[in-house]
């Protein structure tokens, strides 16, 4: 299962993270993948804000993560990028946020190839002349229950 649109701007991306929070479930993983500039940040800032989160949403770049409490859940908002092996994904403990009661938006997994737990969604964003072009595939059953629920996201 796939969906695609294109995103004109801040804004459209904004909503489009918005749109993404309507359905999400405690235990959901999404891999955002992208170039830098590609909008990742962003998108996550319109999903938190659509769940209620009032406070700053900045890049987990130097942290490797960003942890939000919303009505619910918690939702853990990963960046990998300065990671240099993927071990250091358990050397860092975040193997134990794998518990199924939060949900793991995770920004350039293939960092950690191979010690993530798997993504239910792929949400893959391309920065092109007029925006960016976001595509979101499932890869798990959730998944694609999630994509076929949101579907007219785009």
């Not at 955002?32 to 996550?44: P, R």
């Not at 925006?131 to 996201?153: F, I, M, N, Q, W």
Request: proline residues 6%.
């Amino acid at each position: 299962m796939r969906c695609t649109c294109h995103l004109a701007d801040e804004a459209a991306t904004l909503a489009f993270g918005a749109r993404l929070a309507q359905e999400l479930k405690p235990g959901m993983t999404f891999y955002l993948e992208g170039d830098l500039g590609a909008g990742k940040t962003t998108l996550v800032r319109g999903l938190l804000r659509a769940l209620g989160h009032v406070g700053r949403v900045k890049s987990p770049t130097y942290t490797l993560v960003e942890s939000y409490s919303v009505p619910g859940f918690e939702v853990f908002h990963f960046d990998l990028y300065r990671m240099h092996d993927p071990r250091e994904w358990l050397d860092a403990g975040f193997r134990d946020v794998s518990d199924g009661l939060a949900v793991s938006l995770i920004e350039w997994p293939e960092k950690a190839a191979g010690w993530l737990p798997p993504p239910d969604v792929i949400v893959h964003l391309r920065i092109n002349d007029d925006g960016r072009d976001v595509e979101c595939e499932a890869r798990s059953p959730c998944g694609a229950h999630y994509l076929e629920t949101c579907c007219t996201l785009c």
